[in-house]
Structure formats: C-alpha cells, structure tokens
C-alpha cells in the first residue's frame, strides 16, 4: 500500500481569549476579514473553533505555511496590509477584542492523517487534547499512538483529525503531544471513551507501553470545541 507522503509544513495554533463579550465580534472579524487575508498573504485556515463551554470566552484556531520562514514573512506581510489594518481599527472602535494570545508553532508527527479542510454530513463535536509526558518518554507515547491509539480510536467511532508537536523548547518540542479528535456529539463522546478505555487492546497497549515507567507526566488537558462558522473543518 502507499505511504503517505511526510507533512513538513509549519503549522501555528493561536489561542486568543476574547474580553468579555467580545467573542462574538471576534469570529465576525475572521470570518469578514481575517480569513481572506490570511489566504492573500500566503497562510492557510485550517480550522477555527470554540469551546462547547459558554463560560470559556476563547477562540481557538490553526493556520499552516510551507514553512516557518515563509510563516513569519506571511504573517508580516498580514499585518502590515492596508485592508488588516483597516479592518482592525473599525473593529476596536468600542474597545480591543482580544485580551490575551497565545501562539505554538507546531510540526505534524508521521502518525497524523492529512490535515484538510473536511465537512462531516451532520454536526460533530471537537476535541482537544494536550499530553505532558515524564522526562524522555515521548517518543514512547508516539509509539502508543502510532502503533495502537489512533486505531482503536477509529474503532470506538473517534475521528482522527491531526496529531502535533511543538517546535519550541518552551512550548514542549520535547514532552508534548497536542491532538484533535472529534465525535458525533459531547454525550456520545464519554461513550467512545468508555468502549475505548474498556477495550483489551487498548489495556493491553497501554500495559506494555508502561512496563518500563508511566509515560504521561500529568492528567490530560482536554477542551471540547464546537467549529465555527468560518472554519475550513466541520
């Protein structure tokens, strides 16, 4: 069978946590603005999200690049765009949007399906995922993903939709592993993670893959996320 061909592009995950009740006007400033510019300028939307919980007043969203050089002048060029500053000033008129960012530059791992604009036939919930592994233990935890996780995820009707790591040593490059699966709805979620925690192959996975010493440094971090109107995956 044909391998898939290794993704190198540079993919940057930006967390922007809107000042209260802004969000709104926010996704309406991607969605009219942000969105094509980005495309104008060379950086690719790949997907746009928000918390399925009201309370957490963050947008969270993936561009890409053929690299982080090209990345870094794309993002330059954006920001320096008549059109971006344009649209940026008439949306602050009343007050900033944003009140804090956070951005990651990420590498796809060689596990990861390809990552592309996809849009499911009924509504599915989102879910993000972030793991700290114990010192020198992430390629073990690769190792688990590639070999079983990913599959038996697929099994229990979770949707692999794209696997990273962080390119920073600040950011994690590493002991962390940052993924998004997806779901039919939030309810079936803990139904899928049911069936896929009680499944033998999975306890017999993990069973091996921690003979040696645990993997995971800390619990999972997990949001689940609902797509935005705008974004690319649905």
Same mark, same amino acid.
């Given at each position: 069978?044909?391998t898939?061909?290794e993704?190198?592009r540079?993919y940057e995950?930006? =967390?922007?946590t809107?000042? /209260?009740? &802004?969000?709104?006007e926010?996704?309406?400033r991607f969605?009219? #603005?942000?969105?094509?510019?980005?495309e104008?300028?060379g950086?690719?939307? %790949?997907g746009?999200?928000? +918390? $399925?919980?009201k309370?957490d007043?963050?947008?969270i969203?993936?561009?890409?690049?053929?690299?982080r /050089?090209t990345?870094?002048?794309?993002?330059?060029?954006f920001?320096?765009?008549p059109d971006?500053?344009?649209?940026?000033?008439?949306?602050v !008129?009343?007050g900033a949007l944003?009140?804090?960012i956070?951005?990651t530059f990420l590498s796809a791992?060689?596990y990861?399906p /390809? =990552? !592309?604009?996809? %849009?499911?036939?009924? +509504?599915?919930?989102f /879910?993000?995922?972030?793991?700290v592994?114990?010192?020198d233990?992430l390629?073990?935890l690769?190792a688990?993903f590639?070999?079983?996780?990913c599959?038996i995820?697929?099994?229990?009707?979770?949707?692999n939709v794209?696997?990273w $790591? +962080?390119?920073?040593?600040n950011?994690?490059?590493?002991?962390t592993? %940052?993924?998004i699966?997806? #779901?039919q709805?939030?309810g079936?979620?803990k139904?899928?993670?049911?069936?896929? %925690?009680g499944?033998?192959?999975w306890?017999?996975?993990r069973?091996?893959?921690?003979?040696?010493?645990?993997?995971?440094?800390?619990? +999972?971090? &997990?949001?689940f996320?609902?797509s935005?109107d705008h974004?690319?995956?649905?």
């Open positions: 069978m044909p898939q061909a993704d190198t540079c995950m930006r =967390i922007y809107a000042n /209260e009740s &802004k969000l709104n926010l996704n309406a969605e009219n #603005h942000t969105c094509k510019l980005f104008k300028h950086l690719t939307n %790949i746009y999200w928000v +918390p $399925t919980d309370s007043n963050r947008l969203y993936v561009i890409s690049s053929p690299n /050089e990345h870094n002048k794309s993002w330059k060029a920001l320096n765009d971006w500053k344009k649209a940026y000033k008439a949306s !008129k009343d944003v009140a804090k956070d951005s791992t060689d990861s /390809e =990552i !592309k604009s996809v %849009i499911f036939k009924h +509504p599915r919930v /879910e993000l995922r972030t793991y592994t114990a010192k233990r390629k073990n690769h688990r590639r070999d079983h996780t599959a995820f697929e099994k229990h009707k979770m949707t794209a696997y $790591t +962080p390119m920073d040593a950011k994690g490059k590493d002991n592993l %940052i993924y699966i997806s #779901h709805s939030t079936q979620s139904k899928n993670w049911g069936a896929f %925690i499944d033998p192959a306890k017999k996975a069973a091996e893959s921690v003979k040696d010493g645990k993997i995971l440094a800390k619990a +999972p971090h &997990k949001v996320m609902n935005t974004s690319p995956i649905k």
